[in-house]
Structure formats: C-alpha cells, structure tokens
C-alpha cells in the first residue's frame, strides 16, 4: 500500500507504549499495558507515523473508520511447533479419557514427519500460519524437532524460514528411538552436524530439558553449541515437573524459559534476577489435563511474562493467541491487561523484537481490529473470532 492510512474512530486503541504509561520505558519502546479511548492512528508504510486522540489526527491518503472498535497490537505467539505431519487426535481422545501425556509420545509426529515429502510438510505449515494470521498472530516463532535426523532437521528449519523470521533449531526435542540407550550419541550429533546443516536458516537454538527428554548438561552443551554458532538459547522447562531446565535457561542467558509449570523459590528468583522472560503455554496445561503455571506468584515476583500457543500436534494443538488469552485470565488469575499485554510486548520481549508488540511511532504497523469495543472481550467472548481485522507491517491481510 502506498501513502499513508489513517483509523480513526477508535474505541480502545491498546498501545503498550511508555509515553502512555507513564513508567519507565521497556525495552525497545514497550512499556506496561497502556490505552487510550477514542484514538486514533496513522501508518506510513510498514510502520505506525502517529497515535493519539481522534479529534486530534491528522489528514492521511486513506481512511478507516473503526467505528468505536478496539485495535491492539498484532499479536506475537513465541512458541509453535508447525513443521510435522500426522495426527494425534486419537492420542488426545484418549489422553482425555485418563491416560498420562509423556515427553515420548513426540515419537509418532517423528515417524510421519520423517515419512513426509517436503511439499506435505509445507502445505500443513502454511495451513497453520494462515491459520494464525486469520486469529490476529502477525509474528510467530517456529521450530524443528519432529524430524531429528540431520535432513529433516535441515529441511524443517529450512520450510519454516519460508514463513517466518523467528525460526528455532530444536534437535534436542527428544531422543529418537535410533539412540535408544545412546543419548550421548544423540546429543553429540545435535550439536554437531545437525546444528551444522541447521544454524544458517535459523535465529534459535532450543533444548527440552525435561525428564524423558534432556537432562542438565545436555541441555548445557547442546546451548553452548548453538551459541557458538551465532543462534541465541531458549529453553523448554520445567513443564512436567521441577527440574533444572529454568536454572539452565538462566545461566544460558535465554531469552525465554518456555512453560515455567513447576517451578522451586529458587527457580522464580533467578527468573526475576535474569533478563529471562517466562512463557506461558496454557493450551498445554488444557490439552493435557494438568495444572496451569503460577501467573500470579510469577507477577508478584516482578518476572517478564509472555503468553504463546505452543502449537503442537500432541500437548496443544490450538494456533489461537485469544485462546490462550482467555485461559490466562480465567484459569491463570491474569488481568485481562495483564494476558494481553502478554501475548503481545511480552511476546516480543520473549523473541529480543524491539520493533514489535507495542503501537507507538516507529514501531512496525502489526495491529489488529476487533469486533468489539475493548480488549476485554477476548477473554469475555471465548472462543468467538473477533479479530476482524489485520494489518501486517503496514499492509492489510486478507483473511480469506
Ligand atoms: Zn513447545
């Protein structure tokens, strides 16, 4: 689009920006939650030129009349899996009919994803990230780790470049059943030739450290290796139960701690300490059934939250940010500022972005329009589409 768009009209205009705040200002531009009611906002090519109060906006090429809608930031989902093939949906039914969710049951995705061709693996990963988008996603982060071997490490890493920047080389997902009583062997070749044949198509590198998956210094070694290569440590911990991946996510200096579901004092002080954020992923507590994370004890300890989907074909298979917004208010004790701000700043502070998840002047022009007059409502309306609209570093989706 060339020229310059205004919306005017704008019921709740959510801004995450430290002038509207007040407080000091986040990194990057982000602040805490901040709106301002009958707003207005004008973008000029990829980014937002001007906020402020409607009576007071400028002329611009093109106008929108939001009509007394709300409009957010896009949201930044900082955690998927998208790249596999299969389904799980049988493991889900029966999972909901009593059985336990083990780190293993990973396997199966490994076997179809192995088994797939590369125009397979493509078409289901841009299914999703239309999927996304359609929900009000306008970033999204993206893994490996269905594949582990060197090829289908290389191929995952390479088909989820194509649909986003934000790509995370996850060998250490899990052991494969061919090292089977040799996960040294595994690990040795995760941090070699497959982190080889992976770290040019990615920006992440990313450990399991869960038991069942990856133990401490695996984890260490396998985020040292990453490192080394330029691709910065972020970490899947402490989902299951209490372990050591938060303390290694820590000590990596990670961006991210991902679940964050059992943690010890220990683990929320260093967190707190740390410029570490703690993702959240309610849609995994959901869809296995287990206890959701601790917000609140998190919040009150003065540690960074984000809000993601985890979207995965065994623990979480929703790609939906306002889903997850919804739980974290209802189940996790979130404000609903808190949730939302959280799957947008707090997304952003998860992948290092400082051009994203706020709507400020010289931020990238990733913004959504709802069907309804406050932010509120996406958890008052679960499950309701109210993302009406979507514009995508200044250019409007079309959903389809
Ligand atoms: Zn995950």
Not at 169 to 176: C, D, Q, S
Not at 277 to 290: D, S, W
Not at 293 to 306: E, F, T, Y
Request: hydrophobic share 45%.
């Amino acid at each position: 689009m060339a020229g310059s768009l205004l919306i005017t009209r704008i019921g709740e205009l959510v801004t995450n920006s430290p002038a509207e705040a007040g407080g000091p200002a986040g990194q990057g531009g982000q602040g805490g939650f901040a709106l301002i009611n009958d707003a207005a906002l004008v973008i000029e090519d990829e980014k937002v030129a001007w906020i402020g109060p409607s009576a007071r906006a400028p002329g611009a090429d093109a106008l929108v009349d939001a009509a007394g809608r709300a409009v957010l930031p896009g949201f930044v989902d900082s955690h998927a899996h998208l790249v596999f093939a299969g389904d799980r949906s049988a493991e889900f039914a029966a999972r909901m009919a009593g059985e336990a969710y083990a780190a293993g049951g990973i396997r199966s995705t490994v076997t179809a994803t192995r088994a797939a061709t590369n125009a397979g693996l493509r078409a289901g990963l841009h299914r999703l990230a239309a999927e996304m988008l359609r929900q009000g996603t306008t970033t999204f982060e993206c893994k490996s780790g269905y594949g582990l071997t060197v090829p289908d490490e290389a191929r995952s890493v390479a088909l989820a470049a194509e649909v986003t920047a934000e790509v995370t080389y996850l060998g250490a997902h899990v052991v494969p059943p061919e090292f089977d009583g040799d996960p040294g062997g595994y690990v040795d070749l995760v941090r070699g030739p497959m982190l080889d044949a992976c770290a040019p198509h990615s920006r992440w590198v990313d450990v399991f450290c869960e038991r069942g998956a990856f133990g401490a210094d695996e984890a260490r070694a396998v985020l040292a290796a990453g490192k080394a290569r330029g691709l910065m440590p972020r970490v899947h911990a402490n989902q299951l139960s209490q372990g050591p991946g938060v303390m290694v996510a820590v000590e990596a200096g990670a961006a991210s701690a991902d679940h964050c579901t059992f943690l010890t004092d220990a683990d929320v002080a260093a967190l707190a300490g740390s410029g570490t954020v703690a993702t959240l992923l309610p849609g995994a507590e959901f869809g296995t059934r287990q206890p959701y994370p601790d917000a609140r004890r998190l919040l009150d300890a003065g540690v960074v939250i984000a809000l993601a989907t985890d979207c995965n074909p065994g623990s979480s298979y929703t790609s939906s940010m306002p889903f997850c917004v919804a739980l974290a208010v209802r189940d996790m004790r979130m404000t609903t500022a808190e949730a939302v701000w959280a799957a947008t700043a707090g997304g952003a502070r998860a992948l290092c972005r400082t051009d994203i998840g706020y709507l400020a002047p010289g931020a990238r022009a990733d913004l959504i329009m709802l069907d309804a007059p406050s932010h509120a409502h996406l958890a008052y309306r679960p499950g309701v589409p109210l993302v009406r609209a979507v514009w995508r570093a200044g250019r409007r989706a079309d959903l389809g």
